[in-house]
């Protein structure tokens, strides 16, 4: 089932993730819903919180990325609890952008190499290490679970650049080629 993108703007985003046991409710439903959601979306990533879910729950797929880094062909991956123990080398930019931030995408700056300790989707516990474009987008995606958006990483002058961007996203004044849901402030509802 196609879960709606919860829109910048929202406070599920600045949220820092609960931890979730083996036993969460319809656990693998919501795993395979989320797989959906971001397949329809268009995304390589999609954490809990994007799909209004304050856990600390992501999930990848970075098989499009298989043309630039062969590895990534078939990468596909489900982190639960994670937990970065290591960001290593040299700082390097990409362009990133966001399903809860659509029509903007800037330049941010990631470490190259990272150690990260999660449980899979049955509930077993890796520690691994990625480099390059999974890397980064397991950073982007465990940043979710921390309440932290890739436009926080951008330059004073960057973020008043995009402020009327972000502000129209807040409004509802975007036309992604998916479901959104947006936050109402003034009601606190979503």
Not at 42 to 52: K, N
Not at 94 to 118: A, D, H, M, Q
Request: net charge negative.
């Amino acid at each position: 089932m196609f879960l709606p993108i919860v829109a910048y703007g929202d406070p599920v985003l600045k949220e820092v993730g609960k931890e979730i046991k083996a036993d969460y409710p319809k656990l693998k439903e919501l795993i395979e819903n989320m797989y959906e959601t971001m397949y329809t979306s268009h995304g390589v990533g999609l954490a809990a919180p994007q799909i209004g879910l304050s856990i600390r729950l992501f999930i990848i797929d970075c098989s499009p990325f298989g043309e630039d880094e062969p590895d990534l062909k078939g990468f596909k991956k489900t982190f639960i609890n994670p937990e970065i123990l290591a960001e290593e080398g040299e700082a390097w930019f990409f362009n990133e952008g966001c399903l809860s931030i659509p029509e903007v995408r800037e330049e941010v700056e990631r470490k190259p190499i990272i150690t990260i300790r999660y449980f899979d989707e049955d509930f077993v516990e890796h520690t691994e290490t990625y480099d390059g474009l999974a890397a980064r987008v397991i950073q982007h995606e465990f940043d979710h679970v921390q309440g932290v958006l890739f436009t926080e990483y951008l330059s004073p002058l960057r973020k008043r650049i995009i402020k009327r961007k972000l502000t129209d996203i807040i409004n509802g004044k975007v036309s992604p080629d998916y479901r959104m849901r947006f936050y109402k402030a003034k009601r606190g509802k979503r």
